[in-house]
């Protein structure tokens, strides 16, 4: 089992202070795996690679929370155009957005 310091979660957490929605991948299944797991759902491997979505895809719904307590804050379901669905901030999918934007040959701008 993974120590606290490298557990699949804490890695994704870490990529999402950076501003990055991180992944994992199956090289058995040949698909993406979300949510972070230590083995993969499709075939039990525990052979998962992480990578970091370009921020494109689907968002087919949003919302607003409104915590009992804080400020309330949107969320949008997106498919994203690696192969999975998330539930995500709509501040950090903006983020990704602009990334995947800028990083975009001029031409398909």
Request: hydrophobic share 40%; glycine share 8%; with cysteine.
């Amino acid at each position: 089992m993974p120590s606290n310091r490298d557990t699949p979660l804490k890695t994704y957490l870490d990529h999402l202070a950076r501003g990055e929605l991180a992944y994992q991948y199956s090289p058995a299944a040949g698909r993406a795996v979300f949510y972070p797991r230590v083995l993969c759902p499709f075939t039990g491997s525990d052979r998962l690679e992480w990578r970091i979505s370009k921020g494109l895809g689907t968002v087919h719904a949003t919302t607003v929370v409104h915590p009992a307590e804080g400020k309330p804050f949107n969320v949008a379901l997106v498919d994203c155009d690696e192969g999975f669905r998330s539930a995500i901030g709509l501040a950090l999918l903006f983020s990704l957005f602009e990334k995947a934007r800028m990083l975009a040959p001029r031409s398909s701008r």
